[in-house]
């Protein structure tokens, strides 16, 4: 599909074709209108590129065996390959997991802000059914072998989507650049458990869902990049809007703080990984936003607020960093 106007290179091999000139303000209706054909074209690519997988095939359902009315678990009960499963990855997978679980409540929120109809519908359909899939091969993986109470994981599930707590932007402009930078530190977040848990099938399993929200990262970050195209100002105030009140999905599952601290700890995912593995690949070197040139005052203000946080975000991770390495040197040398 190609239409006359601007060319926007995302990549070496995929070219998307803007309408000619660039708006001066970019409201909601008028983003999803300019954008509509851009979303097409990300969805056509998104399905020329996704493989069909079989969650049934990557579980390992021979080592499960039935549970017992009135089953009590224990850590000594999970049955994997490698050594005893960290605590740390455990609160990966039980966080990973519950967040997967309150997808009707993400579907719900991309349709409100994008659309039912067209290629954002189109797309917010598909995006649910293989998001479906990561929730069934990831329980169906920690079932079979026990890695985490399966009691504690349904009353938090339960829990969770009866809370029904998830980010919601304020509009598609802010929503499109806050889905960018989830879908990557989720893609991230899901890589680094897999690596951790010592398990080949585990390893498997989260590789596989990972590469699903590479994909998902692209589609949103690309459309992002066709809106910054379109309006930079508008797109650089959502941008500093993001970054200021960012946090991941998940603060309605119970214990999401100790969780998340653990992980942290772990290096599964914590600050420096958001800022060196998310905020700055994207922002900084993708969108390229300190170079935007034709902003309004306002939108110079947000740039400006919005690299020196990337800059203290970035101080910060490497104290954080130093003070772990004191404590482990701590530990040590004890």
Known sequence: MQRAGAQLNLSPDFTIYLPVGRLTFVTPETFLAELE????????????????????????????????????????????????????????????????????YYFRDIERMFSMDGAFGTWNRRWTAEEGRHSIVIRDYLTATRAVDPVQLERARMAQVSGGEVPSPASPLVGVIYVSLQELATRIAHRNTGKLIGDRSGYEVMARVAADENLHYLFYRDLA??????????????????????????????????????????????????????????????????????????????????????????????NLAARAARRELAVATA
Request: aromatic share 6%; with cysteine.
């Open 225 to 318: 990049t066709a809106a910054i195209e379109l309006d930079p100002s508008e797109m650089v105030i959502a941008i500093e809007d993001v970054v200021r009140n960012f946090t991941m999905p998940g603060t309605g599952i119970l214990g999401f703080d100790q969780h998340s601290a653990a992980i942290a700890r772990a290096g599964i995912y914590d600050a420096t990984i958001l800022h060196e593995q998310v905020l700055v690949p994207v922002i900084v070197n993708h969108w390229r936003v300190a170079h935007l040139e034709g902003l309004t005052a306002a939108a110079e203000q947000a740039r400006d607020a919005l690299m020196k946080r990337i800059e203290r975000l970035g101080q910060l991770a490497k």
């Open 37 to 104: 054909p851009v979303a097409g074209q990300l969805l056509d690519r998104h399905l020329a590129t996704t493989k069909e997988w079989f969650p049934h095939e990557l579980v390992p359902y021979g080592r499960g065996r039935d549970f017992e009315r009135g089953y009590e678990w224990s850590p000594d009960d999970c049955n994997i390959d490698g050594a005893v499963l960290p605590e740390a990855v455990r609160s990966a997978l039980y966080v990973n997991l519950l967040t997967e679980d309150n997808l009707p």
